[in-house]
Nanobody, 125 residues
Framework: AQELVESGGGLVQAGGSLRLSCTAT????????MGWFRQTPGEGREGVSC????????YYVDSVKGRFTISRDYAKNTLYLQMDDLKPEDTAMYYC??????????????????WGQGTQVTVSS
């Protein structure tokens, strides 16, 4: 089965850190652009950070630049999002997504083909 499974969400105080993980199964990982999106109740889904399939070009939404880092481990078929200096406004459901042969910018502003179930991140003030 083609699947993206996230982990690593939780409750953290403002200023703290979390690392999200997303493992892809049933998909050719090295052909995938991958990324993280987030959504809060009543709001649309926002592309937080994406990484392209080939050259590893990255995109970050302005609100997380300098605080979040996206990376991928080809040996483990896993995508990561290191989130530092978390703020209450980062509170959201975070979703992993994948797009075959995609670019980072286009993916984060579009609608990827594959989605995970989401992991909740809550930042207390």
């Amino acid at each position: 089965a083609q699947e993206l499974v996230e982990s690593g969400g939780g409750l953290v105080q403002a200023g703290g850190s979390l690392r999200l993980s997303c493992t892809a199964t049933g998909l050719t990982f090295e052909h995938l652009a991958m990324g993280w999106f987030r959504q809060t109740p009543g709001e649309g889904r926002e592309g937080v950070s994406c990484i392209s399939w080939r050259e590893g070009a990255t995109y970050y939404v302005d609100s997380v630049k300098g605080r979040f880092t996206i990376s991928r481990d080809y040996a483990k078929n896993t995508l990561y999002l290191q989130m530092d200096d978390l703020k209450p406004e980062d509170t959201a459901m975070y979703y992993c997504a994948a797009q075959p042969f995609g670019g980072s910018f286009k993916m984060c502003l579009g609608t990827p083909n594959y989605w995970g179930q989401g992991t909740q991140v809550t930042v207390s003030s």
